[in-house]
Structure formats: C-alpha cells, structure tokens
C-alpha cells in the first residue's frame, strides 16, 4: 500500500505543532486499518495512542464506514433549531442508557471543547434557573485540559494553552493538582495519597463564599497533562463537598469515556456520579466529530421550567451541527460495535497485562514515574536539564521512525492505544520504547 504525498505543506497552519519542524521533517499518516496507520510509502506503524485517545474500536471498522456511507446517500444534513431527525434521538437515548443513573438527557456538540463550554454554560443556566443567578464563579484545577473555548481554557491549568490569549473568563479559581511524584511514584491503578488535596476546596469555598460558585469541573483522569490518576478517595470527597454547597460537579471524560478506563465512564468505574458529563472523542470512534454533555434530571428540568408555561427557547446555546446526521450515524454505529464486541469488558480484562507491561519500564533509562488506569499509561521522563519537553520529543519521533505511534505531552509518554490491542500488541509497543529510550539523550 503506497499512496502519493503532497508536494507543498505550506498553506496548512497545523495544530498543536511545531509547524516549522514539521514542514522540514514531515511524518504523515495515509491509511489505518484496525491497529496500524500507514505512511504514505505504506510503512506499518503501530497505534499506540488510539489516534488521539479517540478511536477505540481501532481504524476504519467496517460497520462505521457502512453507516457513514448509507446515511450520506440518504440525508446529508438535517437543521436541529426547532428541527430534528430521528437519528438524534436514537443516539440521544442509547447515550442515555450507558450514563450513570440520572444523567438522562443528552445535549449535542461537535467536540471536547464545545462541550466543556457546553457544560459550564448549563451549570450558569441552572442556578440563574434556581433564582441563584449570583453563581458565577468556576473552579477548575491546575494541569487540567478542558479544551480551547474560552470557557475550557480559564478553567483548565496548563500554562501555555492560556498565556497567548489574556486573562481569560473572569471569577474563575483553581484547585490544586493532584501528582504526588514523592509519595505516588510508579503507583499500580489508583495513587494512595492525596485524597486530602480535594478539601482544597473547602478553603475555596471560604474565601469566595459557595452562593458565589457555580461548578467545579475536572477530568477523573487527567489525560492531556501526562495521565494523572485520581489518588483513592479524592472525587469521593469532591462529590460531597460540592453536594453539600449546592455546588455542580462536572466531570470531562472527553477522554476516558468510552472504554477507556474499563467501562462506560470513569465516573461508573470509579463510582462518583457527577451532575454533568462532558463527552467526545470515542462517541463516534472519532470517524466523524461529534461532542455530547450528558445532563441530570435535576439540571435539566430546573432549565426547562425556568420560564414557566410561557413559550420559548429556555437555553440558548447551540451549534450549526449540533447532531449532525453523519455523526449520529456514526455515533450509533460505534456504540453497537463497542456492544457486539464487549470492548469496554475486554479493556478491563486486559488491564492487569496493560498494567504489568507498562511498570516493566520501571528502572529504563530516563524512567521517575510510570502511572496507569485502564487501557492509559503514562511514562513520565526526566526532562533534559535546561531544555523541558526535548526528550519527550526525541523520544516520540524514534519511536515514529521505529514504527509505533505515542504522544508525549512535555516529558510524559501517554498510552492510550485502540481497545481491540492484543497482548502481543502491547508487548510490541513497550518493547519499542525498551528500545528507544537508551539511545536518547
């Protein structure tokens, strides 16, 4: 399989790139089939990242593709303002099904970002609803990624995500983060230590007062930062604090929703129901974007019957693709395959072999820290004295070269691989970075 490569790489302003590295180096993908993407000269290379921890069925699974394809043969695109068609309310109500109980209703988007933005928009609405509309304020936490939204980046804790583009939203705090490199290094599932870091917030709650704030929201895992597991008892803490305060408790699981993490959700992994759920990514095994907030009962009806009996639209907010026909299709597509296959309980099943590979790496050069939960790892590197992130890069294009795609976000290797992996799969990819790492500097 060999496919021609473009001959000008000027006129793309990538992402998230070192777009002057890359246009003097390229590494392109052309075709992925199941675990493997393949370069344009149809070299293999192994998906250890899932795409970006997006396609958990693995690529180009033929039940999805069918869908895409039949339903673009029958309806493009569908307006859902005043408007609807049946395939959003199918997907609407199998999302539905696999949330945890009392997050019933399913509001459409077309990424993480939007629906994080989506999120703390509904948390405004509902106490403007609650005729609390002096709840305002947001509590995100440090090393968070919640997305490039306005909303997403004041409330997320990465510093380079926010310094380019000014003091973000107003009224917004921080809880602190939750690695503990001292107490937690190369921790099996979840860390120890740290559950006291959620009482953080009380002190929060003292400074600002709690009829001031509106929603605290996190990531159950902290993905985009390097993999950071929730130390035991932490989101158990934060749900009853922010139950106690009539403070919504919202949970980005852009990420770990899913499979990810051995189920549906983490919040049914790790048994914290919050108020509302943030969704994208693997919604449609990333064959087409599509995002979804998952809502309470209690948040939807105050919404819904804020103006009484009077008619109208009672929350304004929405997008142009908001349950775009091809991404339901998809969407539906995706959740029977996760279903037939079981590949939610095949990613639990398969955590103790994830879980044994990956600590293996435990005294490779380079290696502080290996951390795990479900089908995610993250290797954390010392960084290069004087240059932060140039190792994690080396390290990512060796192994590219080698044959096995992973991310790095600074020094940290982040696993995240498709949910179809065998055991020799995952045996190849560490083997790989084994391999890799005594030659980096």
Same mark, same amino acid.
Request: hydrophobic share 50%; glycine share 10%; charged share 15%.
């Given at each position: 399989m060999a496919f021609s490569a473009p001959n000008d790489l000027s006129s793309w302003w990538m992402p998230f790139t070192d777009n002057r590295y890359f246009k003097a180096h390229p590494r392109l993908l052309a075709a992925a089939k199941d675990m493997h993407y393949f370069t344009p000269e149809g070299r293999p290379v192994l998906d250890g990242t899932a795409g970006l921890w997006c396609v958990n069925a693995g690529h180009t699974r033929a039940p999805i593709v069918e869908a895409i394809r039949e339903t673009a043969g029958q309806l493009d695109f569908a307006p859902t303002f005043q408007l609807g068609h049946p395939l959003a309310f199918q997907l609407a109500a199998r999302l539905a099904g696999i949330m945890p109980a009392g997050l019933n209703h399913i509001f459409f988007t077309n990424s993480g970002s939007e629906s994080v933005d989506t999120a703390l928009k509904m948390a405004l609405a =509902? #106490?403007?609803a609650q005729g609390q509309g002096q709840r305002t304020r947001l509590i995100g936490r440090e090393r968070g990624y919640h997305g490039v939204g306005f909303g997403g980046i004041s409330v997320g804790g990465i510093m380079p995500n926010r310094r380019a583009f000014g003091p973000g939203l107003p009224g917004i705090d921080h809880l602190p983060h939750t690695h503990d490199l001292l107490r937690n290094a190369f921790s099996r599932g979840q860390p120890a230590h740290?559950?006291?870091l959620a009482d953080r917030l009380e002190a929060i709650i003292a400074l600002h007062g709690a009829d001031t704030i509106a929603a605290v929201i996190v990531e159950p895992l902290a993905g985009s930062t390097g993999v950071l597991v929730p130390p035991l008892g932490y989101l158990e803490r934060l749900r009853a604090i922010t139950a106690a305060h009539g403070i919504l408790l919202i949970f980005d699981e852009v990420i770990t929703g899913f499979g990810r993490v051995g189920a549906a959700t983490a919040a049914e992994r790790l048994g914290v129901v919050p108020d509302l759920i943030c969704l994208a990514k693997g919604l449609t095994n990333a064959a087409v974007?599509?995002?979804a907030v998952a809502a309470s009962q209690a948040v939807h009806d105050a919404i819904l019957a804020a103006p009484g009996d009077a008619p109208g639209i009672e929350l304004f #907010?929405? =997008?142009? =693709? @908001? !349950? #775009?026909v091809l991404a339901c299709a998809a969407g539906i597509a995706a959740l029977d395959l996760y279903a037939a296959e079981g590949l939610f309980a095949r990613a639990r099943a398969l955590e103790p072999v994830w879980e044994a590979a990956v600590h293996s790496l435990q005294g490779a050069r380079h290696v502080i820290d290996v951390r795990n939960l479900g089908l995610v790892a993250g290797i954390e590197l010392a960084p290069r004295p004087g240059a932060p992130g140039a190792r994690g890069q080396d390290v990512f294009r060796a192994l590219f070269d080698a044959g096995v795609l992973v991310r790095v976000t600074g020094d $940290? $290797? !982040?696993? @995240?691989?498709p949910l179809i992996i065998s055991e020799a799969q995952i045996e190849e990819i560490v083997a790989a970075i084994a391999a890799v790492l005594p030659a980096i500097d």
């Amino acid at each position: 399989m060999a496919f021609s490569a473009p001959n000008d790489l000027s006129s793309w302003w990538m992402p998230f790139t070192d777009n002057r590295y890359f246009k003097a180096h390229p590494r392109l993908l052309a075709a992925a089939k199941d675990m493997h993407y393949f370069t344009p000269e149809g070299r293999p290379v192994l998906d250890g990242t899932a795409g970006l921890w997006c396609v958990n069925a693995g690529h180009t699974r033929a039940p999805i593709v069918e869908a895409i394809r039949e339903t673009a043969g029958q309806l493009d695109f569908a307006p859902t303002f005043q408007l609807g068609h049946p395939l959003a309310f199918q997907l609407a109500a199998r999302l539905a099904g696999i949330m945890p109980a009392g997050l019933n209703h399913i509001f459409f988007t077309n990424s993480g970002s939007e629906s994080v933005d989506t999120a703390l928009k509904m948390a405004l609405a =509902y #106490h403007r609803a609650q005729g609390q509309g002096q709840r305002t304020r947001l509590i995100g936490r440090e090393r968070g990624y919640h997305g490039v939204g306005f909303g997403g980046i004041s409330v997320g804790g990465i510093m380079p995500n926010r310094r380019a583009f000014g003091p973000g939203l107003p009224g917004i705090d921080h809880l602190p983060h939750t690695h503990d490199l001292l107490r937690n290094a190369f921790s099996r599932g979840q860390p120890a230590h740290g559950a006291d870091l959620a009482d953080r917030l009380e002190a929060i709650i003292a400074l600002h007062g709690a009829d001031t704030i509106a929603a605290v929201i996190v990531e159950p895992l902290a993905g985009s930062t390097g993999v950071l597991v929730p130390p035991l008892g932490y989101l158990e803490r934060l749900r009853a604090i922010t139950a106690a305060h009539g403070i919504l408790l919202i949970f980005d699981e852009v990420i770990t929703g899913f499979g990810r993490v051995g189920a549906a959700t983490a919040a049914e992994r790790l048994g914290v129901v919050p108020d509302l759920i943030c969704l994208a990514k693997g919604l449609t095994n990333a064959a087409v974007p599509m995002g979804a907030v998952a809502a309470s009962q209690a948040v939807h009806d105050a919404i819904l019957a804020a103006p009484g009996d009077a008619p109208g639209i009672e929350l304004f #907010h929405g =997008y142009t =693709y @908001s !349950a #775009h026909v091809l991404a339901c299709a998809a969407g539906i597509a995706a959740l029977d395959l996760y279903a037939a296959e079981g590949l939610f309980a095949r990613a639990r099943a398969l955590e103790p072999v994830w879980e044994a590979a990956v600590h293996s790496l435990q005294g490779a050069r380079h290696v502080i820290d290996v951390r795990n939960l479900g089908l995610v790892a993250g290797i954390e590197l010392a960084p290069r004295p004087g240059a932060p992130g140039a190792r994690g890069q080396d390290v990512f294009r060796a192994l590219f070269d080698a044959g096995v795609l992973v991310r790095v976000t600074g020094d $940290i $290797i !982040a696993l @995240s691989p498709p949910l179809i992996i065998s055991e020799a799969q995952i045996e190849e990819i560490v083997a790989a970075i084994a391999a890799v790492l005594p030659a980096i500097d």
